[in-house]
């Protein structure tokens, strides 16, 4: 049973932080792509960050320098720390899962549940 749960979400103020956590198991992913992307009420998803099997990391132009994807797989955990957070960065955050690195391979991956992270 392949299972991402996402957790860290809240609400912050404009130039705040927020860590995200995506828990996985039950599926050897070491070998696979997993990322972040996230969607607002009435807004298209949006890819964040994802990182392949060989630790390379893409970032969506805006969360550049802002967002770090990071992933430990000795504790089956993927992260994103956000810095300096917008109120354009509210939306829900989901943790996701593919075996080919692009986004649209996450959007259609195994996913989480979501977390909302909403700035203000």
């Known amino acids: 049973h392949v299972q991402l749960v996402e957790s860290g979400g809240g609400s912050v103020q404009a130039g705040g932080s927020l860590r995200l956590s995506c828990a996985f198991s039950?599926?050897?992913?070491?070998?696979?792509?997993m990322g972040w992307f996230r969607q607002a009420p009435g807004k298209e998803r949006e890819g964040v960050a994802r990182?392949?099997?060989?630790?390379?990391?893409t970032y969506a132009d805006s969360v550049k320098g802002r967002f770090t994807i990071s992933k430990d797989n000795a504790k089956n955990t993927l992260y994103l720390q956000m810095n300096s957070l917008k109120p354009e960065d509210t939306a829900m955050y989901y943790c996701?899962?593919?075996?080919?690195?692009?986004?649209?391979?996450?959007?259609?991956?195994?996913r989480g549940q979501g977390t909302q992270v909403t700035v203000s």
């Open positions: 996701a899962a593919a075996s080919i690195s692009s986004w649209s391979s996450l959007y259609f991956g195994c």
């Open positions: 039950g599926y050897t992913y070491s070998g696979h792509c």
């Open positions: 990182i392949d099997g060989g630790g390379r990391t």
